[in-house]
């Protein structure tokens, strides 16, 4: 017994390190990330999609909220390497289609690969900014963005893009994590999408992980209620850059 103890003294202070390296590290992150923009780097998707995550959080816990039927057209913006891709074609079926839209080429080559590899014949990618997306407009009755809007430095004028090419009453489901530098409040996120026309129709998940899912209107907000819109979410900070900014005061 007299062992074991300093043994799980050992163990709580490495674990105490780690906890304290992590809150550090994600800290700085999110501080750079509250000030500059920029995509996550080509090798994120690798890590994330990964069995262990697939095991606790899996793919079709976010597909679920969707209502997805046979036949439906979904897009995906921002699709890393397939993590939700395949399911939502899945679910779609083989007279569906999911068209992955994805600003990183490396990226997409890998996701190219997977759809090879697993003979999926009803996705297809698309190497585009989410301010253009390649599509029709009312062509896509699903859209999904899983930790990929608060990237996007004019998230109103993305919206808006996506509000262009959903059907009316199409979805647009929106996934944020904890642990992602970039994570936004709810409310943060709920008046991203409502100023850029959306209805919130479902709600879901946990602080630590939550799925939004929004409606299409009929017709986009003007594109001068945009720009002001999109002065004013500037402002907004995520949770770590609003605690580090009000301590360091």
């Known amino acids: 017994m007299q062992g074991v103890l300093p043994t799980l003294q050992i163990l709580a202070w490495v674990i105490l390190a780690l906890l304290g390296l992590f809150i550090v590290v994600q800290t700085v992150i999110r501080l750079v990330r509250h000030f500059t ?55 779609a079926g083989a007279w569906g289609h999911v068209y992955a839209v994805d600003i990183e080429p490396k990226v997409t080559a890998v996701l190219d690969q997977r759809i090879v590899e697993a003979g999926a014949k009803n996705i297809t990618t698309r190497v585009a900014s989410a301010y253009e997306i390649p599509l029709q407009k009312n062509s896509v009755d699903r859209a999904l963005m899983v930790a990929v809007l608060p990237e996007i430095p004019d998230k109103h004028r993305a919206l808006g893009e996506i509000q262009r090419v959903l059907k009316k009453q199409g979805l647009l489901a929106l996934a944020e994590v904890l642990i992602d530098p970039d994570y936004p409040f709810r409310k943060t996120e709920i008046g991203w999408c409502t100023d850029t026309g959306f209805e919130l129709v479902g709600d879901y998940g946990s602080f630590f992980f939550y799925t939004l899912i929004f409606r299409s209107t009929d017709e986009p907000p003007p594109e001068e209620e945009l720009r002001s819109s999109g002065t004013h979410a500037a402002a907004s900070t995520d949770i770590w850059a609003s605690f580090v900014l009000a301590t360091s005061a």
Do not use: C, Q
């Open 37 to 91: 923009h920029f995509p996550s780097p080509p090798f994120v998707p690798y890590l994330i999609n990964n069995p262990i995550r697939r095991r606790f959080s899996p793919p079709g816990r976010v597909i679920d909220y969707m209502d997805i039927h046979e036949g439906m057209t979904i897009l995906e913006v921002g699709p890393g390497t397939g993590f939700y891709t395949f399911e939502a074609a899945r679910r």
